[in-house]
């Protein structure tokens, strides 16, 4: 009985060489996110800098880069090396979704494993070209549409952005937590080989993986289970996230269709075994007698290396019949472009703007105005992962619905560092312009001189919940904290009566508002636990002309 053709060494080398690529650029991303992460003890002298490109897979992205000129009309530093990643694309195709990207070698190597759902024939017809994988260019349409309108909704799709959004802020702090978990006790333990094997190895994840603190993040079980579900999708359908949703994909896949790159199907070796089908990651139908499909082809190469016959193989410049453009119909593309023209006016005109806005919405330093913010982040979480404090988290409903996942300061957990703009320096669209310590003017005798210091609010006391105030009871841990000089805060002695009629002096802070920069480290430090006595609002913030307060302390 005579056995099928073997495929051919350079057929089989090409899915190899692709696996090696996915596993450089994953590991390479991982490396980047990890470097955000604070390496030193907080607080301490010492070089507030990211020195490693972090923000690159972000100026790799095509889709960052027009949302970014769509809603700003200009393009902020860096993102034209978008073009390293477009320009290839119209030679060869979707190979940066095949090759490149981590969020899709994530899918590919979860979409590989056989579950229940994808065996035998079912595997091969999962595998088949099918009509909702349209639904990514009508997501791309909508949020290209609310970009024009001057929004970054599309941030909360982009796959960089989802990726660091949900790794860096939820499931490495949950490996940093159950390491620590985990190493702790046996740390202790009352064998030698054990505790000292331990040792070593918190050391070495220390120095390469392990944040110098348990960082924690609102909604980051949220963020982390979506990621998940993400992933598990693809269990069932061959990355579901890639052939359906990713906008990015879809641009790449739009641009694509001008690629000279295409598969050579050879009719006569073909026997029509469908072992092409078996592992095709884009369900762009490189199976014999049907139209390949050029815009969904992610360019895996497992066709070809799956076929026993080499019939298939990818050419320069062939003339076949294929499926070059998005099978995407002009209802579906009206239904998008209508979809992001009517959610941006519809989302702003029910949430809360002006003196209907949240008090305690504190962007971090350098951010634009409101407005202009939005129209730049992306919601990507870089300016949170880097915070050395874990005072940045995502918003739920204080920036509205628009605003879902922007950066907010949250005194309660930390406050803003005042050497710090480690923020401002892994922005990626300049929604949080850089800026220089300087610049941002919080540190003695560094830029106070000429220039305002950047102010994020401005704190207030509640002196119902004051020691000093409502309890005659010492305490000045707040004007202890203020880090700025003069400091903001100010004790005035005063006497009082307490509750056994005794006559004291006490010491009550008071707030000088043209010194206060709302960092929120009297916040922070308050030793009233549940709500604390001295508090920071918006009020005052350099970024918004009309949040200020307009009668100064005589």
């Not at 530093?77 to 694309?89: A, D, E, F, N, Q």
């Not at 924690?216 to 693809?234: D, E, M, R, T, Y």
């Not at 919601?379 to 918003?395: A, D, F, Y």
């Not at 210091?453 to 704190?459: F, I």
């Amino acid at each position: 009985m005579a056995s099928a053709p073997a495929t051919t060494p350079k057929t089989v080398k090409l899915p190899l060489l692709r696996r090696i690529s996915q596993i450089f650029f994953l590991l390479l991303f991982l490396g980047l996110l990890i470097l955000t992460s604070l390496r030193s003890t907080p607080g301490v002298a010492g070089d507030l800098h990211v020195h490693a490109p972090v923000r690159l897979f972000f100026e790799w992205d095509p889709l960052v880069a027009l949302g970014n000129a769509l809603a700003t009309h200009a393009l902020y530093r860096g993102l034209l090396w978008s073009l390293v990643i477009l320009l290839p694309t119209l030679f060869l195709g979707r190979f940066f979704c095949g090759w490149i990207c981590p969020l899709g070698t994530l899918q590919h190597f979860l979409g590989s494993w056989r579950s229940e759902a994808k065996r035998g024939k079912q595997r091969i017809e999962s595998n088949r070209y099918k009509r909702w994988q349209t639904v990514k260019y009508v997501v791309l349409i909508a949020g290209l549409a609310a970009a024009c309108f001057g929004t970054m909704l599309i941030g909360w799709l982009d796959p960089f952005s989802l990726l660091v959004r949900s790794v860096g802020l939820s499931i490495l702090p949950a490996f940093n937590y159950a390491v620590r978990a985990v190493l702790a006790p046996l740390e202790h333990s009352h064998s030698g080989a054990i505790s000292g094997t331990s040792a070593i190895l918190h050391d070495v994840l220390q120095f390469t993986v392990l944040d110098f603190r348990q960082s924690h993040f609102a909604q980051g079980v949220f963020l982390g289970v979506v990621f998940i579900l993400i992933l598990a999708a693809s269990l069932r359908v061959t990355r579901l996230w890639c052939r359906a949703i990713c906008p990015l994909g879809a641009l790449l896949g739009a641009v694509s269709r001008w690629s000279v790159l295409g598969l050579h199907k050879d009719a006569a070796s073909c026997d029509k075994c469908n072992r092409c089908l078996l592992n095709c990651q884009g369900g762009d139908d490189p199976i014999g007698g049907a139209n390949w499909r050029k815009s969904e082809c992610l360019m895996c190469m497992n066709c070809v290396g799956s076929c026993p016959h080499s019939s298939l193989q990818f050419r320069f410049f062939r003339k076949e019949k294929e499926v070059a453009s998005p099978d995407l119909g002009r209802r579906r593309a009206v239904t998008g472009l209508a979809a992001g023209a009517v959610a941006v006016p519809l989302i702003r005109a029910n949430t809360g703007m002006g003196k209907d806005r949240h008090d305690r919405l504190l962007r971090p330093p350098g951010s634009l105005q409101e407005s202009d913010f939005l129209s730049r982040c992306i919601r990507c979480g870089e300016c949170m992962k880097v915070c050395p404090n874990n005072s940045l988290h995502p918003t739920l409903e204080e920036a509205g619905f628009e605003g879902l996942w922007t950066p907010t300061l949250v005194p309660r957990v930390g406050y803003c560092e005042p050497s710090c703009v480690l923020c401002s320096e892994v922005c990626p669209t300049g929604a949080i312009w850089q800026i220089t310590p300087a610049e941002k003017g919080w540190v003695v005798g560094v830029g106070q001189e000429k220039r305002q210091p950047v102010r994020l609010g401005t704190a207030f006391y509640d002196r119902g919940h004051c020691l000093p105030w409502a309890m005659a009871t010492d305490c000045i841990v707040c004007e202890e904290w203020c880090p700025v000089s003069p400091k903001a805060i100010f004790l005035e002695e005063e006497k009082v009566v307490d509750s056994a009629g005794n006559i004291k002096m006490l010491k009550q802070p008071h707030i000088d508002p043209s010194r206060c920069v709302g960092c929120g480290a009297c916040e922070y430090a308050c030793p009233i636990q549940d709500h604390p006595a001295v508090y920071v609002t918006s009020i005052g913030e350099s970024r918004s002309p009309s949040s200020q307060i307009l009668l100064s302390r005589s």
